[in-house]
């Protein structure tokens, strides 16, 4: 079946006790036994629920895997997935990841013994001078967070294999219905499914899915022991906000590019960080990599300061003024003093995060509408 028909049918197949078309959600938190010492499909919610269960197999459907664990949030998939390192290991990472898995990495890994390297760009150059003999996972983003940046996840794939590495890819800002990193050879997909899955701001989830049975076991074991699984109410509403995701994330896409394209012309903005445009240094690779469109994601800089970018955030009316992305509703933000504000100032700097960035997450209202919100902002 097609993309959009999976999102739909794989997981919500109608129930057989009342003929409902929608699944019913299942609140308990404990299933009854067979006997004693016998154990049936559910025993304890954490361990497994059907609700749960029916969101993980669209999951794994949509990114091509063989299965997918859904999580509290996103950075409990995030940590689930650092949880299969021992002390000592060491993980590198891209440098454009998002402040949130730079904190846990930083300030949470490190705790365990797990050291954390940032290449200045994710590719197999970059990447071969931050390998130490300890290392054991490979932590991309493509588009990264807030910088757009693209990464070849083919390539570095086949670095991660060269070097025995597991290849992790946080796939919010393309979603499956843009780019599906198991099929380029990625061992796991992270989605903070708080976003585009869910789409509607009114749910709080994470994902991992992977194509190894070995690998998910492992990665099932950890969650199991941890505790951080999603809850039935959120995995009902991930489900129900998977059903549109294609339609979605194409139509935020068009509109993402069409105001691309007018900042781009506009003097008062110094340049746009977006993989649609042409000049964009990953645009090639984008091409080759995302399905027919660039994503609903966009940052650009202002010819200005802090302040100046401050003033711009907090003058747009459609444009809502908060963290996250991926909703129905489009939302700006000033990353330095928002998403990444967990980046000490000097890191901020060395990775290119400065203060005149502004990140926009384009929602789906009308694009005329959007672009004269932005006017009238910049002109504050």
Same mark, same amino acid.
């Given at each position: ?77 995030? !940590?689930? =997935? #650092?949880?299969? /390192? ?5 993980? %590198? +990472? &891209?440098?454009?990841?998002? *402040? ?90 992270? !989605?903070? =499914? #708080?976003?585009? /899955? ?5 749910? %709080? +989830? &994470?994902?991992?899915?992977? *194509? ?169």
């Amino acid at each position: 079946m097609e993309f959009r028909t999976r999102a739909i049918h794989v997981g919500n197949e109608r129930d057989k006790a009342t003929g409902a078309v929608v699944p019913p959600i299942h609140l308990a938190s404990t299933f009854i036994q067979p006997g004693a010492g016998e154990w049936g499909e559910y025993d304890y919610s954490r361990s497994g629920n059907p609700t749960r269960k029916n969101l993980e197999r669209t999951l794994a459907s949509l990114e091509g895997g063989t299965g997918a664990l859904a999580f509290a949030s996103g950075m409990a998939a995030t !940590h689930g =997935a #650092t949880m299969l /390192l021992e002390a000592g290991d060491h993980i %590198l +990472a &891209g440098s454009d990841i998002y *402040g949130g898995t730079y904190r846990l990495l930083h300030k949470v890994a490190s705790r365990a013994g797990v050291t954390v390297s940032l290449a200045k760009e994710a590719t197999p150059q970059a990447l071969t001078a931050e390998l130490t003999p300890r290392t054991k996972m490979l932590w991309i983003e493509s588009p990264g967070n807030p910088l757009m940046s693209i990464t070849d996840i083919r390539a570095c794939s086949e670095f991660a294999k060269r070097h025995q590495l597991l290849l992790a890819v946080d796939n919010t800002f393309a979603t499956p219905v843009l780019t599906r990193p198991l099929e380029l050879g990625a061992d796991i997909v992270m !989605h903070s =499914a #708080t976003k585009y /899955l869910g789409g509607h701001s009114d749910s %709080l +989830a &994470g994902a991992l899915v992977v *194509g190894d049975q070995d690998l998910y076991n492992r990665l099932y074991f950890i969650q199991n022991a941890t505790g951080a699984v999603l809850s039935p109410f959120d995995s009902f509403l991930i489900s129900r906000g998977l059903k549109t995701l294609e339609l979605r994330v194409r139509e935020q896409s068009k509109t993402a590019l069409a105001l691309a394209q007018f900042l781009a012309a506009d003097p008062r903005v110094k340049r746009v960080l977006y993989p649609g445009l042409p000049g964009h240094p990953g645009h090639a690779t984008a091409v080759t990599q995302m399905d027919g469109a660039f994503g609903a994601m966009l940052t650009f800089e202002l010819q200005g300061d802090f302040a100046k970018t401050k003033r711009v955030v907090q003058a747009t009316h459609l444009f809502q003024l908060a963290v996250s992305l991926g909703a129905v509703e489009s939302l700006i933000e000033q990353p330095a003093s928002m998403s990444h504000a967990s980046y000490d100032a000097a890191a901020r700097a060395e990775h290119g995060i400065t203060d005149g960035l502004i990140r926009l997450s384009v929602g789906l209202e009308a694009v005329a509408d959007l672009q004269a919100d932005l006017d009238q902002a910049l002109n504050a």
